[in-house]
């Protein structure tokens, strides 16, 4: 291995065009925003166009620059060194995600825990209850707000348990699949991972029909108070990080059926697998403490 | 062997004109490019300070308005925060972790080149609310909640550029985070045959464990900004009590950030000193293995030290207790640390060449910040300091005679290898000397007013402050202008303007970066080098 040459690719314009989709995205999603839901203050329409334009440059670019890098890889430019380099790359990015998720699980203990027992009086908070809002009682999920907002806590033993049985068989087809990859059956591997790419899709669509019934029939929004805010928001989270992760396994398995990926160079496959294990583990916190406890 | 073939097919030579800088790949032209902007940054950031001093320089208000006083100190922050002293180490890292560790570039070049470009657009668009506040464009235009954008201020009634703020920030996370990533991975993956863990240079060492931090904490960050975002447009109540959340929940989150923050902007300024004074001491550095597991130790640390910025927010008494004694317990590392450096000095043939003399302010004035945030730390004495100068002080001690001196002393040390030209003694000696006495008039003395009880963040203050701050504000302006010494130093460099450097450009210099030629060349340790 030491006297491979690792590969050092020529200069790119890829990531430039990558940064100016970026800031089109940035400024026309911060627009987007303000103009969508305060529109008294903030006139005009531009910033959702400007946000679409910005996203479909920024995917398009990274989509050109990962055929760049998949050619590259076909090409046989790649050494196994800068295999290495992906995969601690990747490994290092899923820590990253890990992280993301970490501050919306703190605020949801430290609320749970701490906030609300003390909005409620507890501790040497007593003081603080009686003044600001003396008929709030503590509770968890916090149906009523300080404020009066009162909302439902969803259950866990429905649609929740259906989709934690989803991602727990999804974890074990694409396992099955990673099997495939690495004893070159071609064919059952194909199988397994369509079907864990379709187990994502019902997943998701659960998940859609769970947030229909929420904000229709349970008064549970992300405006409801903090259970509310945090549900959506760490749900939300998930689902869009189990919507990459469909996606990238839909992207990885139109390449397998190309003929892509092989015993021995598979980095993006793994990838995909490891993020899809790691948004399965995602929800099973989710589930025991989002849902269930 | 196949691979290496092809890849001399297309084994290219330096790329030229515009598109070198704008599409490179090349671990050199990325650090150059990081550094540039790093000062860029650190001038537009010192502008604003000037305006903060300006109006500081008298009692009463002369010449800007309370608001946008407000918005001088909160980009003045964030400028120099995330977009001075960050890029700053990035472009070091860059330019040095490959040269040190025999590797021919960066792990994964492109992506590094996209955390590079990723920054000039987020601070447009930070530093765009700040001329459009300047020309009068909307009420308040800039940021106005001070760097640490506490809620509610940022929430409920930050101005409507919070949310092009928050993006930005979104944005700076990225590139942190990808270029957090590019290092870890060169550090474990690239280094030459032989270069063992413990052969590295410890600048690569803080650097690795700096880049840990930035990948645990950079997305906690995006998490609190995107709280904010949807409370202040979608009806979450994160940060609102009346909902079941807590403006004291943006605190916890932003220092659970925040605090090994801190510790991102001081552990490559470590690895910096522990190169220099061994090079001018002629003595290897004294207790290599001890410094490693004191960064190792900081950095585990600043993750349980965070609620130490909000003593006096109202914690329960067993939360104030553990952070004051975990806070009081960094001052340990630390000081092996210091012990170290000057242990390493101890007997040593030293000379004083600038980069030595930076080296020795930085150990000097950084410990003098260092002491005063031992005093920070002790609880009951903090609610008398919380929110004075005494807290700008120290902070300005550790980011200004702490980091950005490593900074100059890093320019210094390595520009010989950078451009091939050793740097103007004169101009250099002039910068040192005019920065050193210059940053001690400008912060030692709010250490003063600010034990006096004047609060920071304030456009005015009360008569008895108004002689220490006339003084405070001439060594502001006297130390802003004396970093145009170093904008002439390194416009001299790169105009390869000066006495010719040795590929050894310091007697007592060790390390693979004094093995290849100066200027290094555009590639470096295609193969790598063996070390023994």
């Known amino acids: 291995m030491a006297t491979e040459k690792y590969y050092v690719p020529e200069s790119s314009p890829w990531p430039l065009a990558a940064s100016v989709g970026l800031f089109l995205t940035a400024v026309g999603g911060a627009k987007f925003i303000q103009q969508a839901t305060d529109p008294d203050t903030f006139q005009g329409s531009w910033g959702m166009p400007l946000f679409f334009v910005g996203l479909a440059t920024l995917l398009f670019i990274i989509a050109i620059w990962w055929r760049d890098t998949i050619k590259e890889s076909v090409g046989g430019l790649h050494s196994n060194q800068l295999g290495i380099s992906y995969r601690q790359g990747m490994l290092w990015f899923i820590f990253s995600e890990v992280m993301f998720f970490g501050a919306f699980f703190g605020a949801l203990f430290y609320t749970r825990w701490l906030i609300v027992p003390w909005l409620g009086g ?108 945090l549900f959506f928001m760490l749900t939300g989270f998930h689902g869009a990080h189990v919507t990459i992760g469909t996606i990238f396994l839909f992207v990885t398995l139109l390449r397998v059926i190309k003929g892509h990926f092989d015993e021995e160079h598979n980095f993006a496959w793994e990838a995909g697998a490891w993020y899809w294990h790691f948004v399965d583990v995602v929800w099973l916190f989710l589930f025991v403490v989002v849902y269930w406890l | 062997m196949s691979t290496a073939a092809a890849h001399d097919d297309h084994h290219h030579h330096a790329p030229t004109g515009l598109k070198r800088w704008l599409f490179s790949t090349n671990h050199k032209d990325i650090g150059t490019l990081y550094l540039w902007f790093s000062f860029a940054m650190f001038l537009a950031g010192g502008l604003l300070a000037m305006v903060i001093r300006t109006e500081l320089l008298e009692p009463g208000m002369q010449f800007v308005d309370p608001e946008f006083f407000n918005q001088m100190t909160t980009v003045h922050g964030l400028a120099m925060v995330f977009g001075a002293v960050m890029p700053g180490f990035v472009g070091l890292a860059n330019w040095m972790i490959p040269l040190m560790i025999g590797a021919p570039d960066m792990a994964l070049p492109r992506m590094n080149n996209w955390s590079f470009w990723i920054l000039p657009f987020a601070f447009l668009i930070l530093l765009s609310s700040v001329f459009m506040s300047a020309f009068g464009a909307g009420n308040p235009a800039a940021p106005n909640f001070g760097w640490t954008f506490y809620a509610p201020l940022s929430t409920e009634y930050g101005p409507a550029s919070t949310d ?369």
């Not at chain 2, 929940?249 to 991102?264: C, D, N, R, S, T």
């Not at chain 2, 003399?357 to 005063?372: D, E, N, Q, R």
Request: one cysteine or more.
């Open chain 2, 164 to 532: 092009l703020f928050i993006l930005s920030v979104h944005m700076m996370g990225i590139s942190s985070i990808m270029g957090a990533i590019n290092v870890i991975v060169t550090v474990f993956n690239l280094r030459a045959p032989g270069m063992t863990l413990m052969k590295m240079p410890l600048f690569v060492w803080t650097w690795l464990i700096t880049a840990f931090l930035l990948i645990a904490v950079m997305p906690v960050l995006a998490g609190a900004v995107t709280m904010m975002l949807t409370d202040r447009h979608f009806g979450t109540s994160f940060f609102n009590a009346a909902g079941g959340g807590d403006p004291v929940l943006f605190q916890h989150v932003f220092w659970f950030f925040g605090h090994p923050e801190v510790y991102i902007m001081i552990l490559p300024a470590f690895g910096i000193i522990s190169a220099i004074i061994p090079t001018f001491a002629r003595k290897p550095l004294f207790g290599y293995a001890s410094m490693v597991y004191a960064t190792a130790s900081i950095a585990l640390l600043s993750f349980v030290v965070w609620a130490h910025h909000m003593f006096t927010v109202g914690m329960p008494l067993a939360g104030t207790l553990f952070f004051m004694y975990m806070t009081m317990l960094i001052s340990v590392p630390t000081g092996v640390k210091v012990f170290n450096w000057v242990a390493t000095m101890w007997r040593g043939s030293m000379t004083f060449e600038l980069p030595m003399k930076w080296a020795i302010a930085f150990v000097i004035l950084f410990t003098c910040g260092g002491l005063s945030g031992l005093m920070l730390a002790i609880t009951p004495v903090d609610f008398q300091y919380h929110d004075t100068y005494f807290v700008v002080a120290h902070f300005h001690y550790v980011l200004v005679s702490g980091a950005v001196f490593s900074m100059f002393a890093a320019a210094y040390y390595w520009l010989p290898k950078w451009s091939g030209v050793m740097p103007n003694k004169l101009l250099g000696e002039l910068h040192f000397w005019s920065s050193l006495i210059s940053v001690n008039l400008l912060f030692f003395p709010m250490h003063f007013v600010g034990l006096a009880g004047m609060p920071r963040r304030y456009a005015d203050y009360a008569l008895q402050f108004a002689d220490y701050n006339f003084w405070i504000s001439i060594g502001g302006f006297w130390f802003g202008l004396s970093q145009l010494l170093f904008l002439a130093v390194c416009v001299l460099c790169a105009m390869k303007k000066g006495e010719k450097a040795p590929a050894r450009s310091w007697e007592g210099a060790e390390g693979l970066e004094w093995e290849v030629p100066s200027p290094a060349p555009f590639h470096t340790y295609d193969t790598p080098p063996v070390v023994k």
């Open chain 1, 122 to 229: 507890a501790g040497s908070n007593a003081m603080t209850h009686e003044l600001l809002w003396p008929s709030f009682q503590a509770m968890w999920p916090l149906v009523k707000t300080p404020d009066g907002t009162t909302t439902q806590a969803m259950g866990a033993w429905g649609l929740p348990a259906i989709n934690t049985a989803i991602l727990l068989v999804s974890s074990i087809t694409l396992t099955i699949a990673h099997h495939a990859l690495l004893e070159g059956k071609r064919g059952r591997l194909i199988t397994f991972q369509a079907i864990t790419v379709l187990l994502g899709v019902i997943f998701l669509g659960l998940q859609v029909e769970e947030y229909i019934h929420a904000y229709t029939e349970m008064g549970l929004r992300l405006d409801a108070g903090i259970y509310g805010s």
